[in-house]
């Protein structure tokens, strides 16, 4: 058989699994096309709003015979197929493919024309692939986590990044407004949440690049220590404070949550987007130290993702463990909150701004790829493509509440005083 031929005839079997697998699929409103220019397009009257581009003969043998969430991901990662338009419609459909259940004589039919496709070679190395070592959430295991998703390159975050170089959920006064704007408003919804005073000490937790800790002590006059395990978010945060004036307002040391000793305790501790590197079994250390370093009469703001109790476990490896967040782990917010509770935290308010993180990683995503050919510069084509398909996951995964992110009040009682008002209406004044 020639090569032209067979080409062919993957071509003609490619499109039938298509036809096959997508039968029951609505609305078809994206597009295939194969690596020889056949093309199968979207139902009559649907607008093509994404394509998927199959690279080579063998891209659905790769995908389809042993299905994952992993094999899908790491298909695109290799390139074994790309996606043109919006990304995010891969999504639903990965999950219709994978939760198919075909009859065993329509599962040994899919095999057979599988099996007639092309075999890929293996992969010898997995580029980019996090391989931790080590006891889970030691210290040492932990510290490397946070390198690899961070300590790569400042620059390639800042080119989608707002301009305090927040990587949390921002908060929108409507849809249409812009990141910049959204992203302070989150920071000082923090700040009145937490109703910080001038002269007060904060902690923050996981600070980043130092975005909250200028905020609070340029628009509140707080006194703020962050902490990070990232060398590279600890260099630009203390540069960024340099360049604010602010040397004598804030500091940031490379240090874990765990081994901060302070010789007076914080009047206030926020943590903002690190607690999903916390881990289950970890919870009630960490509660346990934030309560220690906390004032009575304090206030702990806990920002963090939460998965939903009805997702089921993850079996094997996943995407975000392999190439995203190695370790990371997302609790429900009953389990977060129960944890709090247990080392003694009063819980006084909880928010979810489930709504608003699409609409955050939404112009995370359009900003990224808006500038892809900086993004493959500051780094390579294998972490751009990391990234896109993380972001626009996360979109999907917000916006048919698989997770959540939650903003927990949680307070230190003096006795049986908890100082907060009656009322939040300083919060939204």
Known sequence: MTLSIARQEASTTTLLLLRTLLDGYHPRDFAFRLWDGTTWGPEQGQPTR?????????????????????????????????????????????????????????QLRYARRLLKLPAVPHRATEQHAARQRGLLHSRRRDRAAVSYHYDFSNEFYAL????????????????????????????????????LQPGERLLDIGCGWGGLMIYAAKHYGAKVVGITLSQAQADLANERIREAGLTDACRVEICDYRDLNSPQPFDKIASVGMFEQIGREMLPAYFRQAWQL????????????????????????????????????????????????????????????????????????????????????ATDEFRYRIFRLYLAYSVYGFTINRTNVYQALLVKPDGGKSGLPLRRTDWYS
């Open 294 to 377: 906390l004032r009575p009469g304090g206030v702990f703001l806990n920002h963090g993702i939460a998965q939903a109790v009805t997702v089921p476990a993850t079996r094997g490896p996943s995407f975000n463990d392999k190439y995203v967040f190695p370790d990371g782990e997302l609790v429900s917010i009953s389990t977060t909150l129960r944890a709090a509770e247990a080392a003694g935290f009063e819980v006084r308010d909880v928010e979810s701004l489930r709504e608003h993180y699409p609409l955050t990683l939404r112009h995370w995503l359009q900003r990224l790829e808006a500038a892809q050919d900086a993004a493959r510069k």
């Open 160 to 195: 989608w990044l707002d301009r305090h170089m927040l990587y949390t959920c921002a908060y929108f006064q409507t849809p249409e407004e812009d990141l910049d704007a959204a992203q302070e408003h989150k920071l000082d919804l923090i700040c009145r949440k937490l109703r």
């Open 50 to 106: 994404w394509t998927m581009v199959l690279k080579h003969p063998g891209t659905l043998r790769r995908i389809l015979l042993r299905p994952t969430e992993l094999a899908l991901g790491e298909a695109y990662l290799y390139d074994d197929f790309d996606v043109e338009g919006d990304i995010t419609g891969i999504f639903p459909l990965g999950d219709y493919v994978l939760g198919l259940k075909p009859r065993m004589v329509e």
